[in-house]
């Protein structure tokens, strides 16, 4: 890390780890800088049972991870 820091090869370091949702808290900061979080939140609400619908197909499907 420090050698990103100190070198300014990067813009953003999340210290999120799994299982704390990293690819989440990039994916909403990406949002956010797009000007988008507001109208995400709300059309979760406004299209609840299209997002339901969305949650239990994702949450369907199992993540497999070959350590190969």
């Given amino acids: 890390m420090d050698y990103f ?3 300014k090869l990067c ?3 999340t210290y999120s780890q799994q299982p704390d949702y990293p690819v989440r808290e990039i994916a909403e900061l ?3 800088l ?4 507001d109208d995400m939140l709300i ?3 406004k299209e609840k049972e299209q997002y ?3 949650w239990n197909t994702r ?3 199992e993540t497999k991870i070959d350590k190969a």
């Fill in 43 to 45: 059309s979760r609400f």
């Fill in 5 to 7: 820091k100190e070198n």
């Fill in 30 to 32: 990406i949002i956010g």
């Fill in 34 to 37: 797009g000007g988008k979080y």
């Fill in 59 to 61: 949450q369907a499907v």
């Fill in 52 to 54: 339901m619908q969305f």
């Fill in 11 to 13: 813009d953003y370091i």
